[in-house]
């Protein structure tokens, strides 16, 4: 038997702790089957509807990611809004059969960290949740090309060179600490350029943020 001890300063990252919304038992019991057998990923609770997901993330701030069915009773987009009213740092990533342009427009203003189809590979949803869990922005492909094909008000003028930098990597899905990295700036100078970014464009968070960027291209 190996008896070797890890080094005093080895540490193992902490799982993804996870929660799922969702009315249907079939999606709930084949998700947590999936994410169970991930090493990174624990799945801590799954519930039926927006309103049980609200009161237990009111409870406790120590989940990484919320999976929210959007047509779930009290509606995954319900929720959303009432937990970016309380400010809570669990991160959302949507789960729907369809990307209809109304639920996208939502998601996009309230500020959801992703958007998943349900329709998609299960390898894609466990990846979402790990980008989601790094702090990136995840939409799929469908819901990029409406974003795309929406008008935009604002020109490109308006934006520094720097500031055209930090979009663009937030817009390809990169967190924050990725943005410093790549520009070799601080995360508190990614943070100053978005400030500025959303101030000139009107919008409230990086999602509305990225969706502006993509209607550029």
Same mark, same amino acid.
């Given at each position: ?10 540490? +193992? /990252? ?6 799922? $919304?969702?009315?249907?038992? %079939? ?22 509807? #927006?309103?049980? +997901? ?20 009290? /509606? #995954? ?5 009432? %937990?970016?009213?309380?400010? !809570?740092?669990?991160?959302? %990533? +949507? ?7 109304? &639920?996208i427009q939502a998601a996009l203003q309230l500020g ?9 590979s299960p390898t894609q949803t466990v990846e979402a ?5 790094? #702090?990136? =922005? ?9 974003? $795309? ?7 490109? !003028? ?18 924050? $600490? ?5 520009? /070799?700036? &601080? ?5 100053? !350029?978005?400030? *500025?970014?959303?101030?000139? =464009?009107?919008?409230? *968070? ?11 291209k």
């Open positions: 038997m190996n008896t070797t001890q890890p080094p005093h300063n080895f540490q +193992l /990252s902490p799982p993804i702790r996870v929660v799922l $919304a969702d009315d249907h038992a %079939l999606v709930t019991e084949g998700l947590c089957r999936l994410l169970d057998q991930q090493p990174d990923m624990e799945v801590v609770q799954a519930v039926g509807n #927006g309103d049980e +997901l609200v009161q237990l993330l009111r409870a406790r701030e120590d989940i990484d990611v919320a999976v929210v069915d959007v047509q779930m009773p009290y /509606s #995954g987009l319900q929720a959303l809004a009432e %937990l970016r009213k309380l400010e !809570h740092p669990t991160r959302i %990533l +949507l789960l729907t059969a369809f990307a209809d342009g109304e &639920s959801a960290e992703g958007y998943a189809l349900k329709t998609e949740i790990r980008q989601v869990a790094q #702090g990136r =922005l995840v939409f799929p492909r469908a819901a990029q090309r409406w974003m $795309a094909r929406r008008p935009s008000a604002f020109p490109h !003028h308006e934006l520094s060179n720097r500031e055209i930098d930090v979009l663009k990597e937030l817009a390809r899905g990169c967190s924050n $600490a990725e943005i410093a990295a790549m520009l /070799s700036v &601080s995360e508190n100078t990614v943070r100053f !350029h978005l400030k *500025n970014v959303y101030e000139k =464009l009107h919008v409230n *968070n990086r999602t509305e943020a990225a969706a502006w960027f993509l209607r550029q």
